[in-house]
């Protein structure tokens, strides 16, 4: 007979604990730890037997054979970039992203795309019917034969949907409304999205069908549900982006078929989303010539450099303490920076309000835009231009020098492709490459000698 047991389980971290506790002693955050009852109908120690057949035997690496995994492409470039490549059969991808910010619609297209490829797709809405799935198709223009579309939240009966139709790629949008049924606990709880996802992984790799999972997100930007979502499947995607602009961001933070940190820029039009190909141009379009406070970067993301226009206003502040705000930069590294400014070149920021941000909505945070940074809070303390065809490269240290980047060769090609006449960089990483024609590089060792290439004092 199947015995019931209650616990208590934190919905951030996983964690579980026999009794209920204000405080979760795993993530430390309060109000989580909820009520769920557990099933358990194996008798003991039965875990420890598999099933005939299917225990594997260890062998010498040396004598295992290695191949490279097949990729599916899709028409879209940015996407193929971002997953390495393709989609790898087989596979478990997590996107998540904020409520309306087009993770259904991204993946739609990428579902008529595939099937009009001969590849047949099976895409599984939790939350819109059938009909309304077909509304937003017929808004996307997608006709295919190929793409199946079903609206089921029971895991079972998508199990033997997915047997009947045998797909190459299942849609699971999103798995935070799917269920176990032998799961007593509500759709979306840590032990549900548990089970789910262990389930749908057996699937993918027993049938070798890639399926893309949709997660939501918490109020904070992190996939909602356990931390142990994103450490099963393979690739985890982050869409970002505004509402309210029609530029959208997707990004790799996991991937084990490919590069992490990779980037791909889309933007929002009535057909759906169309790739960015040349970001760095849309980052720089508006950007005002002879305006104090403005420096532009060649950041990377992955694999693919990006130049990016990082914006300062530094004013006397009205109140004791002064105000620091910033807006895709790490609000720390701010105010690193402006420490090492006031005790290594002088400047007096104590009774500054300092704001920063980076235009175009973008959040870059690597050690290669501290010297843009400085050069821009520099720049709108002193109220003096920067120049509109430079690039300000290079990390910071807190004794005031000018560490060496990676990639400085990418980062200089980028400049001078989109026409800027001067970069400022490490002095250390001067030598070793070849410097494109038509633009100045320029070596720097202190912060001093950066601003006075880039200020002119």
């Given at each position: 007979?199947?015995?019931?047991?209650?616990?208590?389980?934190?919905?951030?971290?996983?964690?579980?604990?026999?009794?209920?506790?204000?405080?979760?002693?795993?993530?430390?955050?309060?109000?989580?730890?909820?009520?769920?009852?557990?099933?358990?109908?194996?008798p003991k120690g039965a875990f420890l037997?598999?099933?005939?057949?299917?225990?594997?035997?260890?062998?010498?690496?040396?004598?295992?054979?290695?191949?490279?995994?097949?990729?599916?492409?899709?028409?879209?470039?940015?996407?193929?970039?971002?997953?390495?490549?393709?989609?790898?059969?087989?596979?478990?991808?997590?996107?998540?992203?904020?409520?309306?910010?087009?993770?259904?619609?991204?993946?739609?297209?990428?579902?008529?795309?595939?099937?009009?490829?001969?590849?047949?797709?099976?895409?599984?809405?939790?939350?819109?019917?059938?009909?309304?799935?077909?509304?937003?198709?017929?808004?996307?223009?997608?006709?295919?034969?190929?793409?199946?579309?079903?609206?089921?939240?029971?895991?079972?009966?998508?199990?033997?949907?997915?047997?009947?139709?045998?797909?190459?790629?299942?849609?699971?949008?999103?798995?935070?409304?799917?269920?176990?049924?032998?799961?007593?606990?509500?759709?979306?709880?840590?032990?549900?999205?548990?089970?789910?996802?262990?389930?749908?992984?057996?699937?993918?790799?027993?049938?070798?069908?890639?399926?893309?999972?949709?997660?939501?997100?918490?109020?904070?930007?992190?996939?909602?549900?356990?931390?142990?979502?994103?450490?099963?499947?393979?690739?985890?995607?982050?869409?970002?982006?505004?509402?309210?602009?029609?530029?959208?961001?997707?990004?790799?933070?996991?991937?084990?078929?490919?590069?992490?940190?990779?980037?791909?820029?889309?933007?929002?039009?009535?057909?759906?989303?169309?790739?960015?190909?040349?970001?760095?141009?849309?980052?720089?379009?508006?950007?005002?010539?002879?305006?104090?406070?403005?420096?532009?970067?060649?950041?990377?993301?992955?694999?693919?450099?990006?130049?990016?226009?990082?914006?300062?206003?530094?004013?006397?502040?009205?109140?004791?303490?002064?105000?620091?705000?910033?807006?895709?930069?790490?609000?720390?590294?701010?105010?690193?920076?402006?420490?090492?400014?006031?005790?290594?070149?002088?400047?007096?920021?104590?009774?500054?309000?300092?704001?920063?941000?980076?235009?175009?909505?973008?959040?870059?945070?690597?050690?290669?835009?501290?010297?843009?940074i400085a050069v821009s809070i520099a720049?709108?303390?002193?109220?003096?231009?920067?120049?509109?065809?430079?690039?300000?490269?290079?990390?910071?240290?807190?004794?005031?020098?000018?560490?060496?980047?990676?990639?400085?060769?990418?980062?200089?090609?980028?400049?001078?492709?989109?026409?800027?006449?001067?970069?400022?960089?490490?002095?250390?990483?001067?030598?070793?490459?070849?410097?494109?024609?038509?633009?100045?590089?320029?070596?720097?060792?202190?912060?001093?000698?950066?601003?006075?290439?880039?200020l002119g004092g």
């Open positions: 007979m199947a015995k019931k047991t209650t616990k208590f389980i934190c919905q951030s971290c996983g964690y579980e604990s026999p009794k209920w506790m204000g405080r979760c002693p795993g993530c430390n955050e309060w109000n989580q730890m909820t009520e769920e009852v557990s099933v358990i109908s194996k037997h598999t099933a005939p057949g299917t225990a594997a035997k260890a062998a010498p690496i040396n004598t295992i054979q290695s191949e490279q995994e097949a990729r599916v492409e899709t028409d879209l470039v940015e996407l193929n970039r971002v997953l390495g490549g393709g989609v790898v059969p087989g596979s478990l991808v997590l996107i998540g992203g904020d409520p309306g910010i087009g993770k259904s619609t991204l993946l739609l297209q990428v579902s008529s795309q595939l099937s009009t490829h001969q590849h047949k797709v099976l895409y599984i809405s939790g939350e819109e019917s059938v009909k309304q799935t077909k509304l937003r198709a017929d808004r996307l223009q997608i006709t295919s034969s190929e793409l199946y579309v079903f609206s089921e939240t029971n895991l079972e009966v998508i199990q033997q949907t997915i047997q009947d139709i045998n797909p190459n790629f299942v849609i699971i949008d999103s798995i935070q409304t799917i269920f176990h049924p032998e799961v007593t606990s509500a759709p979306g709880s840590v032990s549900q999205v548990r089970e789910c996802t262990a389930e749908l992984m057996r699937i993918a790799k027993t049938n070798g069908i890639a399926i893309f999972i949709v997660g939501h997100v918490t109020k904070e930007g992190n996939i909602a549900g356990p931390r142990l979502l994103e450490h099963m499947v393979d690739t985890v995607l982050y869409f970002e982006g505004e509402r309210h602009h029609s530029y959208r961001i997707l990004r790799a933070v996991k991937n084990r078929f490919g590069s992490t940190n990779e980037m791909a820029i889309f933007e929002m039009k009535e057909l759906g989303l169309v790739e960015v190909e040349n970001p760095s141009e849309i980052f720089l379009e508006e950007r005002s010539k002879g305006a104090s406070g403005s420096t532009v970067v060649a950041s990377m993301e992955g694999t693919r450099p990006i130049l990016v226009e990082i914006q300062a206003l530094v004013s006397p502040t009205m109140f004791p303490t002064p105000r620091r705000m910033a807006s895709g930069i790490d609000y720390n590294r701010v105010n690193l920076i402006m420490a090492v400014l006031e005790k290594r070149v002088g400047m007096l920021l104590q009774n500054q309000d300092a704001y920063l941000k980076v235009a175009g909505g973008v959040k870059i945070d690597e050690p290669a835009i501290d010297l843009a720049s709108s303390f002193r109220d003096v231009p920067t120049n509109a065809d430079d690039i300000v490269i290079g990390e910071i240290g807190l004794t005031g020098e000018v560490r060496r980047v990676s990639r400085i060769e990418q980062r200089v090609q980028e400049a001078a492709k989109l026409g800027f006449n001067r970069v400022i960089i490490p002095n250390n990483n001067l030598g070793g490459w070849k410097i494109p024609k038509d633009i100045q590089v320029i070596g720097v060792s202190t912060v001093k000698e950066a601003l006075k290439h880039a």
